[in-house]
């Protein structure tokens, strides 16, 4: 069974007026209790709530914090696949993120002020500003809202002064949260101290090693550029309290579902946790999903920054590799699976997304008129990503269906258009000449690549084989692949 759709394209998103067939069940993994449940949202009359753990806006996003993203957008794009209408909600986190991540060294944000000579609401503005074209180069679509930290102080301190008489102590350094005050602290991480989490900095006076801050007051003679007066003197809020400030705020509580990488769920969304539960005096985390994406692996050492290797999306795409290849690579694993990083499988995906795109570009050109969905690989693709977001399962369908002869090719065109709604990887509308990137350190134009092509294809019909292969070696060397038999004739020859 076939059911003709009509695509509209909405933010590089493909949302139809198609019929699917009923969904599969969804089931996610749920970090709170280590297992596969059943979804469902907890009010159906308000869609899905969902809030993500943003960047902190100090520096380049790095390639493995980038990776996080395009699993939240999996996740959106799942739900609203599924039917869900979905609020989405990701901080930006501009003051309080400490060096150590814990209760000691600098903000972040103060550091690299100093650092740079620049103020930190400049260097904000611009890394932010540097994030969201990241996300925009990936596909990844936009939340329902953006929540800049420096935004709710107020609320902050409001959030504080509520929890502080029963939950926290004061010290010169500022407002402490009592750790043993809430119960199953430590609960996400399955662990209810510190022991041999690195990250954790011993503070003067704390009463447990676990204990955070809510508030760090500025020590005397120091000045910083972000500080605000607050009931326990005058400094900035503490790194885990904006997210239990701001999801509470524009998502109630309890929500559907927080996200981030996997290295929150030991500190940080553990001590948000324990916010939540003592601001709403119950034993609820504030979130009824708690997810995590697992760690992109670097084990060549060429994602370091320290060695000016492929850190970051820029970096990537200076280096001549489209940005949606990295999306590729993310999705042929499981969110929940470590990803190893390295030119060979950066490159296998540069070369995967060539062929895909190459194979739409021929039935684009042999697509006549509006073509119908396949109701066979929607419902498999439904099954594959019902299966706590199974991305890998769901690429191979890809390529099955786009070689799939038994339909016409303005179907596999209609049907492919559902994979892009879900997968993000708008592959019915690249093209080759999309995915040629100029490396930044190329030796030679376009230009002059066509001119140097047009006398190799004369020397060749000349059959002067020599000059046509010291052509060939010259582009070679000059950075440029020649592809003959591929339509777009050349490519841009990649070292990473």
């Known amino acids: 069974m076939t059911t003709t759709m009509h695509a509209a394209s909405i933010a590089g998103v493909y949302w139809s007026g198609y019929a699917a067939p009923m969904s599969s069940p969804l089931t996610l993994y749920n970090s709170l209790t280590r297992q596969l449940e059943p979804f469902e949202p907890l009010d159906a009359a308000r869609g899905v709530r969902v809030y993500s753990c943003g960047p902190t806006v100090y520096s380049d996003p790095h390639l493995g914090n980038l990776r996080a993203y395009i699993f939240t957008d999996t996740l959106t794009r799942v739900l609203r696949w599924q039917g869900y209408d979905v609020t989405h909600v990701i901080n930006i986190t501009d003051v309080g993120h400490l060096t150590s991540d814990a209760d000691a060294g600098d903000d972040k944000m103060e550091a690299a002020a100093k650092k740079t000579r620049q103020s930190a609401w400049d260097i904000a503005a611009h890394y932010t500003a540097v994030f969201k074209r990241n996300l925009a180069d990936l596909n990844i679509v936009s939340p329902t809202r953006w929540s800049v930290a420096t935004d709710h102080i107020a609320e902050m301190i409001a959030f504080a002064e509520k929890i502080a008489p029963e939950h926290c102590y004061q010290l010169g350094s500022g407002l402490y949260f009592d750790s043993t005050t809430v119960p199953d602290y430590g609960r996400l991480a399955r662990s209810s101290d510190d022991v041999g989490e690195a990250r954790i900095d011993p503070v003067a006076g704390k009463r447990h090693p676990q204990d955070f801050a809510i508030w760090r007051t500025t020590p005397p003679g120091e000045v910083r550029q ?15 309290l904006e997210c239990s400030v701001m999801s509470h705020k524009y998502l109630g509580s ?49 994602m370091s920054k320290s060695k000016g290797g492929i850190a970051t999306l820029d970096a990537l795409v200076a280096r001549g590799v489209h940005p949606l290849a990295y999306r590729l690579m993310c999705l042929s694993a499981q969110y929940r699976s470590e990803l ?54 769901a690429l191979p369908l890809l390529d099955e269906l786009l070689a799939d002869k038994r339909l016409s090719a303005a179907d596999r065109i209609a049907t492919l258009t559902r994979f892009d709604e879900t997968l993000g990887m ?10 040629r990137l100029r490396p930044a350190d190329a030796t030679i134009d376009e230009a002059a690549i066509a001119g140097r092509l047009a006398d190799r294809k004369a020397a060749r019909a000349a059959k002067d084989f020599a000059a046509s292969d010291a052509i060939r070696d010259e582009l070679a060397a000059a950075g440029v692949e020649m592809m003959d038999g591929d339509p777009l004739g050349w490519d841009w020859k990649l070292g990473l």
């Not at 119908?372 to 099954?383: I, K, M, N, T």
Request: aromatic share 8%.
């Open 340 to 393: 190893e990083f390295s030119g060979d499988n950066l490159l296998a995906a540069l070369t995967r997304l060539k062929r895909l795109v190459m194979a739409v570009e021929t039935l684009r050109a042999r697509a006549e008129g509006a073509g119908a969905v396949s109701d066979a690989y929607v419902a498999r693709l439904d099954e594959a990503l019902a299966d706590d977001l199974n991305t890998p399962k």
């Open 226 to 240: 972000m500080e605000w007066d607050s009931p326990w003197g005058r400094g900035a809020p503490g790194w885990h």
């Open 426 to 435: 708008t592959l019915a509308a690249l093209t080759r000449a999309d995915l």
């Open 254 to 302: 309890p929500f559907d579902i927080h996200t981030g990488g996997i290295d929150h769920r030991e500190i940080h969304h553990v001590n948000e946790i324990a916010q939540n539960q003592a601001y709403c005096g119950c034993a609820d985390t504030g979130a009824r999903f708690w997810m995590h994406n697992n760690f992109l692996v670097d084990r060549t050492g060429k």
